[in-house]
């Protein structure tokens, strides 16, 4: 293998999007031999050697540089597989020597010793031909309209999604599996994300800190058991979504900091090498073996793992040039401005490859400013993604709903303002984990007044998430009002469930949750205009807001949405002598008392009393509907 090898040739280019399958360990079967090839990349190295449990920690196996951009590389030849054997890569630069372990690893130790394990032969049997091919309908469901099919996301933390009680130990991917795939989908939810599942030494991290980027953590099982997982999901007709972090590695000695001894992976520049505050290290997004790196990466997990999506963290960081740093600490671009010009051509480049390849994937942005055009297609000037976090939307919103219901009234925009710009980019309505941790209180604790109130304040704040314009998405245990705070160390308090009023909200998020996926309204026009239409925008006084959602076919539901600390009377135009009740808070009582519908003139007027803290879904008869458009 040397310079003229087309794999190494393309990954010094940046379009080696299968890196993994030279770097890394990668085997190859000649009769009865077992033919292991060790590759890396660290052009600063003056030696690397393979080092590991085949021959003794203490014996390093030499390896040659092979291309002139600093690709080494061995071969071990066994009469028997070596699979799961540790190894590392002893690097020697300037009277230094340091063992990492290796980049592409497939399987890790991780935690403090970071030792990668040789994982190159897979007997997994996929069973989910069924899912691969019906997923293609949340894209094309109708050809007009993009995305018009629900999405609703359950995002998991999986090492405190459950713990084995007897010891807080971790259930396995094949325990969680066997757990949540029922409960998800007796929940009514369309995809489980999961925060960061690559391989990452410190806990606290949550996973964003990650080591070991082709690596499932082995917390939780090896790559077979990661696989039996998403195949689990899968049957049962639920997609997979994992975080990613292509913005930046922690400094864990054994991972991607300098890797070859001075920076590598990482920007030279001191003005983009590191965050302040996450004290990690910012990939080199305009370096090409860089490129590969992580494009191939994500790559890996769509092909090898049958993921579905990848929720892409971090954005922001990546995209601006003065993230994270004061004045005077960064360095303008060619143009004088604070954008990263090499991170926005290689998130196009990223999503240009996932899409010609694997067309029906959910890239998701995690990116919190007012950068224009992210779920843009490229030849528009976008960044080519599909879907973005409205985080805007939830900051406004849990602001709102923390305020004394008196005062409400000066914080209406919270209500209205999302629709001024709800259809700018394809969004996603995030009740996340970054939101009920930290001193930012649980979502249900997030709603101000007594106990009793902060259950019916939540249910008509699930009630507006699930009507509003916008995939949706709920992170774990705000399904039942989980009170705590998040902790990634322990499990949920699934305990909660023995109360009535947690038990109750379970049923009713369920319940919700059936609802959207039987209701065509509530998604198939979630990026159009033609699917919204205001009612009342304006009650600040009344803190309430009415709308109608309407789908492909032009049939409507109205929503009202009341936050007022009491009973209150709305009038509206409607287009029939009757409304039908679908849906509501479980507060509102008899229908037949609350509604009076009178004529006024040429339009039809319907007086509502809504109850304190409550919503209500309502639909219009159709028949009448089409009689008085006839007569108009």
């Not at 309209?145 to 996301?153: C, D, R, T, V, W």
């Amino acid at each position: 293998m040397g310079n003229g090898n087309l794999a190494s040739y393309y990954f010094h280019q940046g379009t080696n999007f299968c890196a993994y399958e030279y770097l890394g360990c990668n085997l190859r079967r000649e009769e009865n031999k077992y033919i292991y090839s060790f590759r890396t990349w660290a052009p600063g190295a003056e030696r690397v050697a393979l080092v590991s449990e085949i021959y003794g920690w203490n014996s390093p196996y030499p390896m040659q540089r092979v291309t002139d951009g600093g690709i080494w590389e061995c071969e071990i030849v066994s009469e028997k597989p070596l699979e799961k054997k540790a190894y590392k890569f002893r690097i020697t630069r300037g009277g230094r020597i340091f063992d990492k372990g290796d980049p592409y690893a497939r399987f890790s130790r991780g935690l403090d010793d970071g030792a990668s394990l040789i994982y190159t032969n897979t007997d997994f049997a996929w069973e989910d031909e069924a899912w691969l091919k019906s997923k293609k309908k949340i894209f094309n469901s109708n050809k007009k309209n993009y995305l018009s099919a629900p999405i609703n996301i359950y995002e998991t933390h999986l090492g405190s999604f459950m713990r084995h009680e007897e010891d807080n130990s971790y259930y396995s991917y094949r325990e969680i599996a066997d757990v949540m795939v029922p409960y998800l989908k007796f929940m009514g939810y369309t995809h489980v994300e999961f925060l960061p599942l690559a391989e990452f030494p410190y806990d606290g991290s949550w996973g964003y800190q990650v080591c070991g980027f082709y690596a499932p953590t082995s917390r939780f099982g090896d790559p077979d058991d990661f696989r039996y997982m998403i195949n689990s999901f899968h049957k049962a007709g639920i997609g997979v979504i994992i975080d990613w972090v292509p913005a930046h590695f922690p400094k864990d000695a054994w991972g991607l900091y300098e890797f070859d001894g001075a920076p590598l992976y990482e920007y030279q520049g001191k003005d983009r090498m590191e965050s302040r505050s996450w004290g990690t290290r910012f990939f080199d997004l305009g370096r090409e073996e860089v490129q590969s790196f992580l494009i191939s990466n994500a790559m890996y997990f769509l092909r090898e793992f049958h993921v579905d999506g990848l929720r892409v963290d971090a954005v922001a960081s990546m995209l601006y040039l003065d993230y994270d740093r004061e004045p005077g600490e960064w360095i303008p671009n060619a143009y004088g401005t604070n954008l990263n010009l090499e991170a926005e051509a290689f998130l196009k480049k990223l999503n240009l490859t996932v899409f010609s390849e694997i067309p029906y994937t959910l890239m998701i942005a995690e990116e919190s400013t007012a950068y224009g055009k992210i779920t843009h297609p490229v030849f528009e000037g976008g960044l080519g993604f599909n879907l973005k976090w409205n985080m805007g939307w939830a900051n406004d919103f849990y602001d709102y709903v923390m305020t004394d219901p008196l005062y409400r009234k000066y914080k209406h925009t919270a209500l209205n303002f999302p629709l001024m710009y709800a259809y700018t980019e394809n969004y996603v309505l995030p009740i996340s984990h970054d939101e009920v941790v930290h001193g930012k209180l649980s979502f249900v604790d997030k709603m101000h007044g007594s106990y009793e109130d902060k259950f019916w304040q939540m249910r008509t704040s699930m009630l507006l998430m699930m009507t509003y314009p916008g995939k949706k998405m709920l992170f774990m245990g705000t399904e039942y009002a989980q009170f705590r705070e998040w902790d990634y160390e322990n499990s949920l308090e699934w305990f909660m469930l023995d109360y009535k009023n947690h038990r109750e909200m379970r049923q009713y998020v369920a319940s919700l949750n059936r609802f959207y996926l039987e209701r065509s309204e509530l998604w198939e026009l979630d990026f159009s205009p033609s699917g919204f239409e205001w009612i009342l925008a304006d009650e600040s006084e009344k803190n309430l807001v009415a709308f109608r959602r309407k789908n492909i076919k032009g049939d409507s539901i109205i929503v009202i949405l009341s936050f007022s600390g009491g009973e209150q009377s709305v009038t509206i135009p409607v287009k029939s002598k009757s409304l039908n009740r679908l849906f509501d808070t479980g507060n509102i009582g008899d229908i037949n008392e609350l509604i009076e519908i009178k004529n006024s003139g040429k339009e039809r007027l319907a007086t509502i009393k809504i109850p304190r803290f409550s919503g209500i879904i309502l639909s219009e008869k159709r028949k009448q509907i089409k009689k008085a458009l006839k007569e108009n």
